[in-house]
């Protein structure tokens, strides 16, 4: 999947998608080379969930300031 797809993907799409390459990487008898690749792309996905929850935390936020406030966040 490549940089682009990625950057479209839901969270929850991002997310399952992330499993899967856990779930290759945990297999045995994966070439160096591909054990590489895969690990590449589940960064951009973690990264990818990443952005989209701080996204929505930040809306969050604006929907009730003043709780924001009494956690010390401003």
Do not use: F
């Amino acid at each position: 999947m490549n940089q682009q797809e990625i950057e479209n993907l839901t969270y929850e799409q991002a997310y399952a998608a992330l499993e899967n390459i856990v779930s290759q990487l945990e297999s045995d008898n994966q070439p160096l080379e591909t054990l590489i690749s895969l690990s590449e792309e589940g960064r951009a996905l973690s990264d990818r969930c990443a952005s989209l929850l701080e996204k929505a935390q930040l809306r969050i936020q604006k929907l009730d300031p003043a709780s924001n406030r009494s956690k010390g966040v401003e």
